[in-house]
């Protein structure tokens, strides 16, 4: 039996991966009770502030001060994809949306042109833990689709399509289908600009979960020049065709034939799942700018001093949106999504 697998790599905080896409990163932060400011109630003084990333007691502050996360800051030229399994994400960004969202929800952040947005992580919960699990997915724009308006989504848990497979030993896997249709599951449309809009692009993010022992049997993608990428991020390890994967890493696999996925039988397996055809253009990127050349950086960094991006709206570089607030979104446009456990509505 020919091996799917045709390269593989141990995966740390920021996952390589393959055009379209430019780098996933993994946040999985055990934060401790919030205080009454929606930060750690415990002492941070020990934590090198603005800058933490050093993983002390199993979390991280970031860039944060009081609450953790990432406060103010400009991006251009590409696609922020952040899908929240645990914990929630305060946004606010230069056009003056801003959004509560979490707890299985997925923004979808057009940089486009250029915008400045802060994602904070407030502490909600003030009797226990406050864990926070998140992938941030960036993703490239064509170099026509480069300087578009920005422009963000909000892919709500409750909508967002969920598939169920039971194999023959009645082991089941659910498949969480952010972008890309698989079988008849569509997704939510994506931004309007995004590669992912382009039906020629093949582009999936899928999410899978599988119990131990359980067995999935991957579709071959549409395109013939389709990359397809798994990462196994959570478990003992997933044997892919006659290649077995142990947990913690990330494999390049035939995207042109269907493969065979099985758990491994000493425990449940987490997949995150992406593909798709390349842009094929040349990639220049600093810091939060990617274009395709040197030039066009500078540019960026030019018009950034220039215009701010909008400027910042906001009083504070970091809002966040209090204890109470539930998830929600209002749009620059001024159209407003609330939701909640149980029932959601627009306005």
Not at 146 to 163: C, G, N, Q, S
Not at 169 to 190: F, N, Q, S, W
Not at 204 to 226: D, K, N, Y
Request: hydrophobic fraction near 40%; glycine fraction near 10%; charged fraction near 20%.
């Amino acid at each position: 039996m020919d091996d799917p697998v045709l390269q593989t790599v141990p995966l740390g905080a920021q996952w390589p991966t393959i055009d379209p896409f430019l780098f996933c990163a993994h946040h999985l932060d055990h934060y401790p009770a919030g205080n009454d400011q929606l930060g750690p109630a415990v002492p941070i003084d020990d934590r090198d502030l603005g800058s933490d990333f050093a993983g002390i007691d199993g979390w991280n502050m970031y860039h944060g001060q009081i609450v953790p996360g990432f406060p103010q800051h400009p991006h251009r030229g590409f696609e922020t994809v952040t899908f929240v399994r645990r914990g929630l994400i305060d946004h606010a960004d230069s056009l003056g949306a801003t959004a509560r969202f979490g707890r299985g929800d997925v923004q979808w952040l057009t940089a486009g042109g250029g915008v400045v947005h802060s994602e904070m992580f407030p502490l909600v919960n003030r009797d226990g833990d406050n864990d926070l699990q998140l992938f941030q997915i960036w993703l490239n724009l064509p170099a026509s689709d480069k300087l578009v308006d920005p422009y963000f989504t909000m892919l709500w848990a409750e909508d967002i399509p969920r598939i169920e497979s039971v194999d023959d030993a009645g082991r089941r896997t659910e498949i969480t289908v952010i972008a890309g249709a698989l079988g008849d599951a569509k997704p939510l449309a994506p931004p309007p600009s995004s590669w992912a809009a382009r039906p020629e692009s093949d582009l999936a993010i899928w999410h899978l979960a599988l119990e131990a022992g359980a067995t999935w049997h991957l579709p071959p993608a549409s395109g013939p020049e389709t990359v397809r990428t798994l990462y196994v991020f959570d478990g003992p390890g997933l044997s892919v065709g006659s290649h077995q994967l142990d947990g913690d890493t990330g494999a390049v696999v035939k995207a042109d034939e269907a493969i065979t996925l099985r758990a491994d039988d000493s425990g449940p397996v987490e997949v995150l799942v992406l593909q798709g055809r390349p842009i094929g253009e040349p990639v220049a990127r600093y810091g939060p700018f990617v274009m395709n050349t040197e030039a066009e950086i500078e540019q960026a960094f030019a018009d950034f001093r220039e215009t701010g991006f909008g400027g910042w709206p906001w009083d504070d570089d970091a809002p966040h949106h209090g204890p109470t607030k539930g998830r929600f979104a209002r749009h620059a446009d001024g159209r407003t999504e609330t939701r909640t456990e149980s029932h959601a509505h627009t306005s």
